[in-house]
T-cell receptor
Framework: DTGVSQDPRHKITKRGQNVTFRCDPI?????LYWYRQTLGQGPEFLTY????????KSRLLSDRFSAERPKGSFSTLEIQRTEQGDSAMYLC?????????????FGPGTRLLVL | AQSVSQHNHHVILSEAASLELGCNYS??????LFWYVQYPGQHLQLLLK??????LVKGIKGFEAEFIKSKFSFNLRKPSVQWSDTAEYFC???????????FGKGTKLSVKP
């Protein structure tokens, strides 16, 4: 299976700690998206990359959040000084642009619990 | 702000019943529309998508959706549901040239055998 992969699948941390998540997109997909999903809600956009450039960040992405995609392949999402409100499922999606029919494919997500 | 509304939070049906899940989006211009499904314990999977052309689009597993521009709607339908359709269904839009998706809150479908 060459779908989007995310690591780790689950993370439990204490408030104030830093966490980092990794996303590996589908090969040759040039766009990579991060979303956050909380219970009872649909995914909410956080940020996205086209190749290595971070093109857009949501207002949801506070200063404690940072994302990188250094070589235009995998991406990392770091949360510094975690808070209980950061508990959520963090989803990664990838797509290939080139025409107007962009379709995003999602990974299994990383579930974060902040104690 | 652009938004997507899904009318039903939880739908319970018996097998063989017909399904229609409502979805309305708020953007007035060109928009791409999607339905994703999340089966229990699995990740989001694409069910079907609309970009342009025929407003009636067919997806996997017998699902279809109709884009009605005048109503800003993209409702999901299936003539006869199966127990295996039990899942959460998300409608999403990508307005204009915007890349990121705007999701509804989802509709949980429970199909009784």
């Amino acid at each position: 299976d060459t779908g989007v992969s995310q690591d780790p699948r689950h993370k439990i941390t204490k408030r104030g700690q830093n966490v980092t998540f990794r996303c590996d997109p589908i090969s040759e997909h040039n766009r990579l998206y991060w979303y956050r999903q909380t219970l009872g809600q649909g995914p909410e956009f956080l940020t996205y990359f086209q190749n290595e450039a971070q093109l857009e960040k949501s207002r949801l992405l506070s200063d404690r959040f940072s994302a990188e995609r250094p070589k235009g392949s995998f991406s990392t999402l770091e949360i510094q000084r975690t808070e209980q409100g950061d508990s959520a499922m963090y989803l990664c999606a990838s797509s290939r642009t080139g025409n107007s029919q962009e379709t995003q494919y999602f990974g299994p997500g990383t579930r974060l619990l902040v104690l | 702000a652009q938004s997507v509304s899904q009318h039903n939070h939880h739908v319970i049906l018996s097998e063989a019943a017909s399904l229609e899940l409502g979805c309305n989006y708020s953007y007035g211009g060109t928009v791409n529309l999607f339905w994703y499904v999340q089966y229990p314990g699995q990740h989001l999977q694409l069910l079907l998508k609309y970009f342009s052309g025929d407003p009636l689009v067919k997806g996997i597993k017998g699902f279809e959706a109709e884009f009605i521009k005048s109503k800003f709607s993209f409702n999901l339908r299936k003539p006869s549901v199966q127990w295996s359709d039990t899942a959460e269904y998300f409608c999403a839009s990508a307005p204009g040239s915007q890349g990121n998706l705007i999701f509804g809150k989802g509709t949980k479908l429970s199909v009784k055998p």
